[in-house]
C-alpha cells in the first residue's frame, strides 16, 4: 500500500524524513521552519531527493537502531550487502551543552561482497523556486541558489565526487560516508570521524532511553513515541513542533493542508506533560522557559501558537510551483490560525504549570514568574471565558461558545487555585472557587443535550465531537459518572467508523471531514478504557497500533477505508496520545501484578 513509510531522523535543531528505499525527501535547513533543501515528498519532480540506487535486485529492510533515533537501510541482494546508517548528530559537550549542527551524516556500511550503486544527489534550495546548481570543489560538491535569495548546502564524501554528482556506478569496498551540511566545515571529515559522530550519537539516545521508566507493557512503542516527540523539541528555545513538515493533506486531493512546523501552546503542553511523567524534566523547565519569555506583560494575551524561535507573525502564503503530495493543492508554509482565539489554551497551560510545580516542586527555577502567569491567566480567563471562539479544531467560519473550550477554562480555575494552595496564597481563593464554580455549572446547563443525552460540541449544538472525551481525563467530571460513560457511549455510536473516529461528524469550512484524526481513536480507547470497558479498549488499541508504518511511527490522520496514514507526520499529538494510552494499560498490568503479590 502506497502510505507515508518514511522514517525521522533529527537533533532538536531540524529533522529529516527517510523513505523506506533510503532516498530523503525531506529536510530543511539549518532549522526545522527552513526553507527546505530536500522536498520530493510535496513535489516528485520539483523538490528534490537524496536516492541511493543499488545495481541489481536488492532486498531493502529498515529499522532504527535500537532505542535511538538512528535510522538503518539495509541493502542485501544475497551476497552483496551494505547498509546506510542515517542520523543528525547530537551528544554532550561541556558544561551541559549538546552538539547539534545543521547537518546529515550518512554513514554507508559495508558488510559483504562487491555491492555497487548509484546516487541521486538533487537538493533543491529555498524550496526549489529558483534554479539550484552545483559545483564540485577541490573538498566538496558546493549546490547554491541566488535567483530570490542566496543559498548554499555543502556535500561531503569519501566517494569520487564526480561520479557522485554525475550518477555514476560506485564500487563499495570499506565504510564510507556522505556529510550534507547547511555551513561549509573548517576541519575536514574523515571516514573515522563520521563513524566517532555515529558512536557519539548513539550514546547520547542510549542515555536519554535509559532515563524513561522501564513498563512492562508496550514499552517499545512508547520509547520510540518518546524518541520521536524529543526530535520534536527544539533545543534553543524549548518550543515543541506539531510536526516535521507541512501540506501533507488529512485528505488526498483535499484543501486540508497545513504548515505544523510551529509550537501551539495546546499541542506542546501534552507533549511536556507526557515527556514530564516519562521522567525528562528538562525539556519542561526549557518549554515553562519558553512560555515565560512570551508573557513579558502581566495582562498579555497568548497566541495559540508561535514560531519555534518565538516569533508571534506566521503569515500564511502558497508555494504554488509545487504539485503537493499526491497533487493535493495547495502547499503553504506559514499558519493563518496564529490569530485566532482558542479559550481552551489557557487551561492547557495552567495545568502543565501545575503539574510542573507538583511533580519538581524542589527544581523549579522561576516560581516567581510562574504565579505572576498563573495570575494573568486566571485573569484574562475570568474577562473573556464567556466569550465565543475557533476551538481546538481551529474553525475558520464564525465563533462559537465550543465545550472543550469551556472546559479548559474550568481547568485554567482549578489549577491556579490548586497552585495558590501549594505557594499559601490564598487571599484570592474565594473569588477563584466561586469563578471556577460558574464556570461548571455553565458548562453543565448549556454542554450537555438531553435529547442526544450526551455532552455536545458547543452550545446549542446537536453535534458530537471527540474533544470532549477529555472532560475525563483533566477532571471536570468522574469516569463512572452517568453523563460522561453516555457521552462516550453516544460517541461510539456517532464517530466512530470502523475502530477509528472523526474529530467531529458536522460540516465545517471545508465540506465534511473524511478521514480519521488519529489522536482521537486514542482518546477514545482511554475513555473505554477509564469508564471500565478495558478488554475492548486494549483489543482497539493494539489493532490502531497496527495502523502505524514500517517503524512504528503515526502521522495526524488515518484513512477510514485503506488505513494509510495522512497529515503531517510524525505528529506530536498523536505519538503522546499513544503513550498516555499505553501507560494506562501498563500501569493496570502493573496493578494487577501487585495485587496478586498480596494475594
Same mark, same amino acid.
Given at each position: 500500500?502506497?502510505?507515508?513509510?518514511?522514517?525521522?531522523?533529527?537533533?532538536?535543531?531540524?529533522?529529516?524524513?527517510?523513505?523506506?528505499?533510503?532516498?530523503?525527501?525531506?529536510?530543511?535547513?539549518?532549522?526545522?521552519?527552513?526553507?527546505?533543501?530536500?522536498?520530493?515528498?510535496?513535489?516528485?519532480?520539483?523538490?528534490?531527493?537524496?536516492?541511493?540506487?543499488?545495481?541489481?535486485?536488492?532486498?531493502?529492510?529498515?529499522?532504527?537502531?535500537?532505542?535511538?533515533?538512528?535510522?538503518?537501510?539495509?541493502?542485501?541482494?544475497?551476497?552483496?550487502?551494505?547498509?546506510?546508517?542515517?542520523?543528525?548528530?547530537?551528544?554532550?559537550?561541556?558544561?551541559?551543552?549538546?552538539?547539534?549542527?545543521?547537518?546529515?551524516?550518512?554513514?554507508?556500511?559495508?558488510?559483504?561482497?562487491?555491492?555497487?550503486?548509484?546516487?541521486?544527489?538533487?537538493?533543491?534550495?529555498?524550496?526549489?523556486?529558483?534554479?539550484?546548481?552545483?559545483?564540485?570543489?577541490?573538498?566538496?560538491?558546493?549546490?547554491?541558489?541566488?535567483?530570490?535569495?542566496?543559498?548554499?548546502?555543502?556535500?561531503?564524501?569519501?566517494?569520487?565526487?564526480?561520479?557522485?554528482?554525475?550518477?555514476?556506478?560506485?564500487?563499495?569496498?570499506?565504510?564510507?560516508?556522505? *556529510?550534507?551540511?547547511?555551513?561549509?566545515?573548517?576541519?575536514?571529515?574523515?571516514?573515522?570521524?563520521?563513524?566517532?559522530?555515529?558512536?557519539?550519537?548513539?550514546?547520547?539516545?542510549?542515555?536519554?532511553?535509559?532515563?524513561?521508566?522501564?513498563?512492562?507493557?508496550?514499552?517499545?512503542?512508547?520509547?520510540?513515541?518518546?524518541?520521536?516527540?524529543?526530535?520534536?523539541?527544539?533545543?534553543?528555545?524549548?518550543?515543541?513542533?506539531?510536526?516535521?513538515?507541512?501540506?501533507?493533506?488529512?485528505?488526498?486531493?483535499?484543501?486540508?493542508?497545513?504548515?505544523?512546523?510551529?509550537?501551539?501552546?495546546?499541542?506542546?503542553?501534552?507533549?511536556?506533560?507526557?515527556?514530564?511523567? *516519562?521522567?525528562?524534566?528538562?525539556?519542561?523547565?526549557?518549554?515553562?522557559?519558553?512560555?515565560?519569555?512570551?508573557?513579558?506583560?502581566?495582562?498579555?494575551?497568548?497566541?495559540?501558537?508561535?514560531?519555534?524561535?518565538?516569533?508571534?507573525?506566521?503569515?500564511?502564503?502558497?508555494?504554488?510551483?509545487?504539485?503537493?503530495?499526491?497533487?493535493?493543492?495547495?502547499?503553504?508554509?506559514?499558519?493563518?490560525?496564529?490569530?485566532?482565539?482558542?479559550?481552551?489554551?489557557?487551561?492547557?497551560?495552567?495545568?502543565?504549570?501545575?503539574?510542573?510545580?507538583?511533580?519538581?516542586?524542589?527544581?523549579?527555577?522561576?516560581?516567581?514568574?510562574?504565579?505572576?502567569?498563573?495570575?494573568?491567566?486566571?485573569?484574562?480567563?475570568?474577562?473573556?471565558?464567556?466569550?465565543?471562539?475557533?476551538?481546538?479544531?481551529?474553525?475558520?467560519?464564525?465563533?462559537?461558545?465550543?465545550?472543550?473550550?469551556?472546559?479548559?477554562?474550568?481547568?485554567? *480555575?482549578?489549577?491556579?487555585?490548586?497552585?495558590?494552595?501549594?505557594?499559601?496564597?490564598?487571599?484570592?481563593?474565594?473569588?477563584?472557587?466561586?469563578?471556577?464554580?460558574?464556570?461548571?455549572?455553565?458548562?453543565?446547563?448549556?454542554?450537555?443535550?438531553?435529547?442526544?443525552?450526551?455532552?455536545?460540541?458547543?452550545?446549542?449544538?446537536?453535534?458530537?465531537?471527540?474533544?470532549?472525551?477529555?472532560?475525563?481525563?483533566?477532571?471536570?467530571?468522574?469516569?463512572?459518572?452517568?453523563?460522561?460513560?453516555?457521552?462516550?457511549?453516544?460517541?461510539?455510536?456517532?464517530?466512530?467508523?470502523?475502530?477509528?473516529?472523526?474529530?467531529?461528524?458536522?460540516?465545517?469550512?471545508?465540506?465534511?471531514?473524511?478521514?480519521?484524526?488519529?489522536?482521537?481513536?486514542?482518546?477514545?480507547?482511554?475513555?473505554?478504557?477509564?469508564?471500565?470497558?478495558?478488554?475492548?479498549?486494549?483489543?482497539?488499541?493494539?489493532?490502531?497500533?497496527?495502523?502505524?508504518?514500517?517503524?512504528? *511511527?503515526?502521522?495526524?490522520?488515518?484513512?477510514?477505508?485503506?488505513?494509510?496514514?495522512?497529515?503531517?507526520?510524525?505528529?506530536?499529538?498523536?505519538?503522546?496520545?499513544?503513550?498516555?494510552?499505553?501507560?494506562?494499560?501498563?500501569?493496570?498490568?502493573?496493578?494487577?501484578?501487585?495485587?496478586?503479590?498480596?494475594?
Amino acid at each position: 500500500m502506497d502510505n507515508l513509510n518514511y522514517g525521522i531522523i533529527g537533533n532538536c535543531r531540524s529533522a529529516a524524513l527517510i523513505s523506506k528505499e533510503g532516498s530523503i525527501d525531506w529536510c530543511c535547513l539549518p532549522q526545522f521552519d527552513s526553507t527546505s533543501i530536500f522536498a520530493k515528498l510535496l513535489d516528485e519532480q520539483k523538490g528534490g531527493s537524496f536516492e541511493i540506487h543499488p545495481n541489481g535486485d536488492y532486498t531493502i529492510q529498515q529499522e532504527y537502531y535500537r532505542n535511538t533515533a538512528i535510522l538503518i537501510t539495509r541493502f542485501t541482494d544475497g551476497d552483496n550487502i551494505f547498509e546506510l546508517h542515517d542520523f543528525m548528530p547530537r551528544h554532550h559537550k561541556m558544561h551541559g551543552k549538546y552538539m547539534a549542527q545543521p547537518e546529515i551524516i550518512r554513514y554507508v556500511k559495508y558488510v559483504s561482497g562487491a555491492p555497487k550503486f548509484k546516487v541521486k544527489y538533487d537538493p533543491k534550495l529555498e524550496y526549489g523556486l529558483g534554479a539550484t546548481k552545483h559545483f564540485v570543489k577541490e573538498d566538496f560538491i558546493a549546490s547554491l541558489t541566488h535567483k530570490l535569495k542566496y543559498d548554499t548546502l555543502f556535500l561531503y564524501t569519501s566517494f569520487d565526487k564526480e561520479r557522485v554528482l554525475g550518477g555514476e556506478e560506485i564500487s563499495l569496498e570499506e565504510d564510507g560516508y556522505f *556529510l550534507i551540511r547547511y555551513n561549509e566545515k573548517i576541519l575536514m571529515p574523515t571516514t573515522d570521524k563520521m563513524g566517532l559522530e555515529l558512536e557519539r550519537t548513539k550514546v547520547y539516545w542510549l542515555d536519554w532511553v535509559a532515563k524513561t521508566p522501564d513498563y512492562k507493557k508496550f514499552k517499545e512503542e512508547i520509547v520510540r513515541s518518546a524518541i520521536t516527540l524529543k526530535m520534536l523539541t527544539y533545543d534553543k528555545t524549548g518550543a515543541v513542533l506539531a510536526a516535521a513538515t507541512t501540506s501533507l493533506p488529512e485528505t488526498i486531493g483535499e484543501v486540508r493542508n497545513w504548515d505544523y512546523r510551529f509550537c501551539w501552546i495546546r499541542d506542546a503542553s501534552m507533549v511536556i506533560k507526557v515527556v514530564s511523567e *516519562l521522567g525528562h524534566k528538562n525539556s519542561a523547565k526549557r518549554y515553562l522557559q519558553f512560555i515565560i519569555d512570551l508573557m513579558p506583560d502581566k495582562d498579555e494575551k497568548l497566541q495559540i501558537m508561535y514560531g519555534i524561535n518565538k516569533e508571534k507573525t506566521l503569515t500564511e502564503k502558497t508555494l504554488d510551483h509545487f504539485d503537493g503530495y499526491k497533487g493535493s493543492k495547495p502547499v503553504r508554509v506559514g499558519n493563518a490560525a496564529y490569530k485566532q482565539r482558542q479559550n481552551d489554551i489557557y487551561g492547557i497551560l495552567m495545568d502543565v504549570i501545575y503539574e510542573q510545580l507538583r511533580n519538581f516542586s524542589n527544581d523549579i527555577e522561576n516560581v516567581e514568574e510562574l504565579w505572576s502567569i498563573t495570575k494573568g491567566i486566571v485573569w484574562i480567563v475570568g474577562k473573556h471565558w464567556k466569550e465565543p471562539d475557533k476551538g481546538i479544531w481551529e474553525f475558520r467560519g464564525e465563533d462559537k461558545h465550543f465545550t472543550f473550550s469551556k472546559v479548559l477554562c474550568w481547568v485554567a *480555575l482549578d489549577r491556579a487555585i490548586k497552585v495558590a494552595q501549594m505557594f499559601g496564597k490564598t487571599r484570592k481563593l474565594a473569588r477563584w472557587t466561586a469563578l471556577e464554580q460558574e464556570i461548571k455549572e455553565d458548562i453543565h446547563e448549556n454542554a450537555w443535550n438531553n435529547d442526544i443525552n450526551a455532552f455536545v460540541q458547543c452550545y446549542g449544538s446537536r453535534h458530537l465531537d471527540a474533544s470532549v472525551l477529555l472532560m475525563e481525563p483533566y477532571g471536570f467530571i468522574h469516569a463512572r459518572d452517568p453523563k460522561y460513560v453516555n457521552t462516550v457511549k453516544a460517541i461510539e455510536d456517532g464517530l466512530s467508523n470502523d475502530g477509528l473516529l472523526y474529530r467531529y461528524k458536522n460540516e465545517d469550512d471545508f465540506g465534511l471531514p473524511s478521514s480519521s484524526f488519529t489522536i482521537c481513536t486514542f482518546w477514545f480507547i482511554n475513555a473505554l478504557f477509564k469508564i471500565g470497558e478495558e478488554e475492548k479498549a486494549l483489543e482497539q488499541f493494539e489493532r490502531l497500533l497496527g495502523y502505524s508504518n514500517h517503524l512504528g *511511527l503515526f502521522s495526524e490522520d488515518i484513512d477510514f477505508k485503506t488505513k494509510r496514514l495522512l497529515g503531517n507526520f510524525p505528529q506530536a499529538y498523536s505519538h503522546l496520545a499513544l503513550i498516555e494510552c499505553a501507560i494506562n494499560f501498563s500501569k493496570k498490568q502493573k496493578d494487577e501484578q501487585i495485587l496478586e503479590s498480596i494475594k
